[in-house]
């Protein structure tokens, strides 16, 4: 029984710096760039949009579609450091788990 409670408060430790990481990743962002710094989207660590720059010089109504692109490049570029910086802070948490589809 003595082991079992000392495994229940590693578990609880270990549950609250897992919290503690994820607010953590709310505080920090990425940045992710298309066009060659063009359009720039900003994320924090939980991949939520909290900037978006697009230069005047790629907005042309004549290429709507360009500048569609450029957007959805910048998103996916943010996005992928979004990930990146949440398997960084929460990997060493998630790696133990061992479970399909967690970073």
Known sequence: MKNMNQLMR??????????KAQAALAEQ???GSAGGGAV???????????GLHIAKEVVD??????????ILAALQDAAQKADELAEAALGKYTRCLNVPGLF
């Open 29 to 31: 962002s990425v940045e």
């Open 40 to 50: 720039r989207v900003t994320m924090n660590g939980h991949k939520q949009v909290v």
């Open 61 to 70: 109504p004549d290429e709507v579609e360009l500048l569609q692109d450029l």
């Open 10 to 19: 590693q578990a609880k430790k270990m549950q609250e710096e897992l919290m």
